[in-house]
């Protein structure tokens, strides 16, 4: 059970809402950004949305009927090829998978063709809102990186029920290539979520620091230059197998350059900032937070580059508190700065600044109560994915504190 509940939550987080939703807000805004009277391919819209309902209430029916995956949200062979993933959980979680990416690839395809074929005349593609240029980069990652995934989900299942050997050593397949075909995906959605967070972020901070951002033409290629290295640093997630040094050496590089865009861009916001009269209200409470958390997230990042250091790091709860702080810190701290940004834009009514205000300082305290210590933990040698620890291990402290901080 215990298992299938964080399968379960890394599924559901990472296939279920973090790309999904930031395609939502981008169906929504970026007709209207662009002057479009509608999306392009309503109808194939349409399509991917009940692709995706379907893909993701199978996922949770089988969660309740006690049958959802148990590998974890990456399903690592052999852990769940036909030998170890007995049943079919894994089969019903590899076939869920392929619906979700499916819909994915599909919305990236209407956000591509709206963007560049139906804008009103006049908006060159020079004068089109930052959050329009970062939903355009996330599509084109999108329709290169969902291909591996549903390619390997499918290779799997084969594995499983037809008696294929992709990934069977002892048939001549590799269980690594799992891994190179879903880290190939895994990593640049990592940006799927944090590039339209970005976007979001230059509405907010534009409009609260009541001038136009610093540095348009930068921030444009910085987002494209994210787009392209997020391909490029897969194999940082496999530092702990068997690969070859220069190779190693070569994603190390890479790990730490795709830090210099979004440096350039969190510098444009700080002068963009600097240079204006601020209104602190809720919407720029959750951008600003992000500095704090993104740059945090971010620096354990570089600090996981290291081959040296990801080896001793590797699978402890260093690497849960640095994903927390560059998912959440990237995107969803972002995200509802939007939803408080827009929420006049959805609905024609604006949303409290008390409760909003108090809202933010709960999720920011919390937040942080939560996988701060995780750090700590991490650096102790807390490993992760394990239902319970001896006692005397002295890590009851940190640990305590990291549930308070995510009952908060």
């Known amino acids: 059970l215990y298992n299938q509940m964080f399968t379960m939550h890394g599924t559901t987080m990472m296939f279920l809402f973090a790309v999904p939703v930031m395609q939502a807000m981008a169906i929504y805004l970026v007709p209207l950004m662009i002057g479009a009277r509608s999306v392009a391919f309503p109808r194939m819209n349409a399509f991917a949305y009940y692709v995706f309902l379907f893909g993701g209430l199978m996922l949770w029916i089988a969660f309740f009927l006690n049958s959802a995956g148990d590998a974890g949200w990456f399903a690592y062979p052999p852990l769940s090829g036909p030998e170890y993933g007995v049943g079919k959980r894994i089969d019903f979680w590899a076939q869920m998978i392929t619906f979700t990416e499916l819909s994915a690839l599909i919305e990236a395809v209407v956000i591509i063709t709206t963007v560049f074929k139906l804008r009103a005349p006049g908006m060159t593609l020079a004068r089109m809102p930052l959050f329009v240029w970062a939903m355009l980069v996330t599509a084109f990652i999108v329709m290169f990186a969902m291909p591996a995934v549903m390619l390997a989900s499918t290779a799997l299942l084969l594995d499983r029920l037809v008696g294929t050997h992709f990934y069977n050593a002892g048939e001549g397949g590799d269980p690594l290539l799992w891994q190179h075909l879903f880290w190939f995906f895994g990593h640049p959605e990592v940006y799927l979520i944090f590039i339209p967070g970005l976007g979001f972020l230059s509405a907010i901070i534009s409009t609260f620091s009541r001038r136009p951002i610093f540095g348009y033409t930068a921030m444009v290629l910085s987002l494209v230059a994210t787009g392209f290295l997020a391909f490029g640093l897969w194999v940082h997630h496999m530092f702990a197998t068997h690969l070859p040094?220069?190779?190693?050496?070569?994603?190390?590089?890479?790990?730490?350059?795709?830090?210099?865009?979004?440096?350039?861009?969190?510098?444009?916001?700080?002068?963009?900032?600097?240079?204006?009269?601020?209104?602190?209200?809720?919407?720029?409470?959750?951008?600003?937070?992000?500095?704090?958390?993104?740059?945090?997230?971010?620096?354990?990042?570089?600090?996981?580059?290291?081959?040296?250091?990801?080896?001793?790091?590797?699978?402890?709860?260093?690497?849960?508190?640095?994903?927390?702080?560059?998912?959440?810190?990237?995107?969803?701290?972002?995200?509802?700065?939007?939803?408080?940004?827009?929420?006049?834009?959805?609905?024609?009514?604006?949303?409290?600044?008390?409760?909003g205000k108090l809202s933010f300082w709960l999720m920011f305290v919390g937040f942080?109560?939560?996988?701060?210590?995780?750090?700590?933990?991490?650096?102790?040698?807390?490993?992760?994915?394990?239902?319970?620890?001896?006692?005397?291990?002295?890590?009851?402290?940190?640990?305590?504190?990291?549930?308070?901080?995510?009952?908060?």
């Open 245 to 355: 040094e220069l190779g190693t050496a070569f994603f190390t590089a890479a790990s730490i350059l795709i830090a210099v865009p979004s440096a350039v861009q969190i510098f444009c916001w700080l002068a963009t900032l600097r240079g204006g009269r601020l209104v602190l209200r809720t919407p720029l409470l959750y951008a600003l937070s992000f500095f704090f958390i993104l740059v945090l997230g971010g620096m354990t990042g570089l600090m996981l580059a290291s081959v040296s250091l990801d080896s001793q790091l590797h699978d402890t709860y260093f690497v849960v508190a640095h994903l927390h702080y560059v998912l959440i810190g990237g995107a969803v701290f972002p995200l509802f700065g939007a939803l408080y940004y827009w929420y006049p834009k959805f609905t024609g009514r604006v949303m409290g600044e008390g409760l």
């Open 368 to 408: 942080n109560a939560a996988f701060f210590p995780m750090h700590w933990l991490g650096l102790q040698g807390m490993p992760r994915r394990v239902y319970t620890y001896q006692a005397g291990m002295g890590w009851d402290s940190m640990n305590l504190l990291a549930t308070v901080g995510a009952v908060t």
